[in-house]
């Protein structure tokens, strides 16, 4: 059983629909959580942090972390079509000196 | 630099074949990192430098994998006698201190693309 496990979706919804991605966890040390996106033959960049429980939100995403259950999620309100892209969660247990990333969520956002 | 740079972006080698990939991190950055992604998968790490410390091999997948760090910047990573399941996109990143933990940002490359026919 990976560490971090994340539906690979394929996942498609209209342009303005609220999207949900998730990720679970086993690893109860992970107190840092990110989430990143990455566009076709590019490189991950930073979307969301959040650290512990809780929420966190920045304009139309909305991180949170539920560490009892071991679960994270980024939402996406209003989304766009440049959101398409492939979301990707990581989380590291602070002291630890590499991120474990789950596999990646592919959004295509329509027109 | 800008951003982090690799070289080549492209590669397309025989089985058995060494290959070199080159990392130019961002200005400053103290620590870099190499991860390996697969199709439809996630970022497996595979090596970390930070300063002048030994450098943490925990995730290198087998001893044909090497990397070395020269002068606290460029790195390379050399993959040796290829293998088919070697072929992936491999990625570099770099961060001004240590571990993605603290909300310091790692910065990814945007990854050489390694084919092994």
């Known amino acids: 059983q990976k560490e971090v496990e994340q539906d690979p979706g394929p996942l498609s919804v209209p342009e303005g629909a609220i999207v949900s991605l998730n990720c679970t966890y086993s690893?109860?040390?992970?107190?840092?959580f990110m989430w990143y996106r990455q566009y076709s033959r590019k490189g991950p960049e930073l979307l969301m942090y959040?650290?512990?429980?809780g929420n966190k939100e920045d304009g139309r995403f909305t991180a949170q972390v539920d560490k009892s259950s071991k679960y994270i999620s980024l939402f996406i309100r209003d989304s766009q079509p440049s959101d398409s892209a492939t979301y990707l969660c990581?989380?590291?247990?602070?002291?630890?000196?590499?991120?474990?990333f789950g596999s990646g969520t592919q959004l295509t956002v329509l027109p | 630099g800008a951003g982090v740079s690799q070289s080549p972006s492209n590669k397309v080698t025989e089985k058995g074949k060494d290959v070199e990939l080159r990392c130019d991190p961002i200005?400053?950055?103290?620590?870099l990192y190499w991860y390996r992604q697969s199709l439809g998968q996630g970022l497996e790490f595979l090596i970390y430098?930070?300063?002048?410390?030994?450098?943490?091999k925990s995730g290198l997948p087998s001893d044909r994998f090497s990397a070395e760090r020269t002068g606290g910047s460029v790195s390379t990573l050399t993959i040796q006698r290829t293998q088919q399941e070697d072929s992936a996109v491999y990625l570099c990143?770099?961060?001004?201190?240590?571990?993605?933990?603290?909300?310091?940002?790692?910065?990814f490359g945007e990854g050489s693309w390694l084919t092994v026919v």
């Open positions: 200005s400053g950055h103290t620590a």
């Open positions: 959040t650290y512990s429980s």
């Open positions: 430098f930070q300063g002048n410390s030994a450098p943490d």
């Open positions: 990581a989380m590291s247990a602070g002291s630890a000196r590499q991120l474990t």
């Open positions: 690893n109860s040390a992970f107190q840092y």
């Open positions: 990143a770099s961060s001004f201190v240590p571990g993605g933990g603290s909300g310091n940002t790692i910065y």
